[in-house]
């Protein structure tokens, strides 16, 4: 393995300018998985005639979408705006769903700025078609902030729901055995607890993920150069809740492709889209790795390895401005 990472892609645009010449698709373009009918488009998620076209009459049941935080196309708006953008993707999810069907929706908080857009997003949800289901935190192993204020180590995660979705109950327990005795209730006139009572020897996830582990470069997962790559158990774990074997996942932000990964291993079919061709050739890219090695992502190396080593331009760049030891092909 080439062990040398990539700088996060969304904050530099000339270097994802000088990876499109290796990116199958460009805007507008859509890739079709031969073997189990994926979709990635590179799209706009407000381009509706485009994404209705692409999913062909089909209607997902699961959507999960991870949004740039308070970020459009990757430039910084006004929360309002950046919520009047939320609205337009939010109705149109809705529109392609099905009747039952699930809504998660990563979002952030900026914690100085009285944390916003999360208020103002879940203001904006409640005149949406959508019913408020549950508040999920993921715990990271990392945080920041520990000088002047409480360590952050949370990721927020809403999750919603019309009609009557499928919920997978037996699907909700963690890896996390239950040792921990209490909850002491009386049946038949003899006082139990609750190990013996219980009808699984693990704990149920509940809307407090600790066991799910951050993603950084040690992780056989891990996907250089995407800053807000969520862990692949997360993903995993919605779908297996939420959704049914065969059944169309949509994802409007591919980003690193953990949607669409997850959909791989659990027999579902995802349709995802992301504005950048670069993020779409990674997600296709990613893909095609698990399927020939097994291998989630690329750990310490990155995805256009190979390539950069023969691009005297795009080394020498990486080199000049992020310091990284590259060596030459």
């Known amino acids: ?120 997003f879940i203001l904006m949800m409640k005149e949406t078609a959508f019913e408020s289901k549950s508040f999920i935190t993921m715990r990271n192993q990392r945080g920041y902030g520990t000088q002047k204020n409480w360590m952050a180590i949370r990721q927020e995660l809403l999750y919603y729901a019309k009609g009557k979705p499928v919920f997978n109950t037996k699907d909700v327990y963690t890896e996390i055995p239950k040792v921990v005795q209490g909850y002491y209730k009386e049946i038949n006139g003899i006082k139990t607890e609750n190990l013996e009572r219980s009808k699984s020897n693990n704990i149920r996830a509940g809307n407090v993920w600790v066991d799910v582990q951050q993603v950084f470069h040690l992780l056989q997962e891990n996907v250089n150069g995407c800053f807000a790559q969520k862990p692949l158990k997360s993903i995993e774990r919605i779908i297996n809740v939420s959704s049914k074997e065969d059944d169309l996942v949509v994802d409007f932000f591919a980003h690193a492709g953990s949607t669409l990964i997850a959909s791989e291993l659990h027999n579902r079919r995802c349709f995802t889209i992301d504005i950048e061709p670069v993020f779409c050739e990674i997600s296709i890219r990613r893909l095609e790795r698990l399927r020939e090695t097994g291998k989630p992502g690329w750990q310490n190396s990155n995805p256009f390895a190979g390539e950069i080593r023969k691009d005297k331009e795009i080394r020498e760049y990486l080199i000049n401005n992020y310091n990284l030891n590259i060596p030459e092909l």
């Open 1 to 120: 393995m080439i062990n040398f990472g990539l700088p996060r892609l969304d904050k530099d645009q000339k270097l994802r300018e000088m990876f499109s010449k290796y990116c199958r698709l460009k805007k507008g373009d859509i890739w079709v998985d031969e073997e189990k009918k994926h979709k990635i488009g590179c799209l706009d998620i407000l381009d509706k005639d485009a994404l209705i076209k692409t999913l062909d009459g089909e209607k997902p049941t699961l959507a999960i979408h991870d949004p740039p935080y308070n970020l459009v196309a990757f430039k910084t708006r006004k929360v309002e705006e950046f919520i009047g953008w939320c609205k337009e993707w939010i109705d149109f999810t809705n529109e392609i769903l099905t009747d039952d069907a699930s809504l998660y929706i990563w979002l952030g908080a900026d914690q100085k700025k009285h944390f916003e857009p999360f208020p103002e």
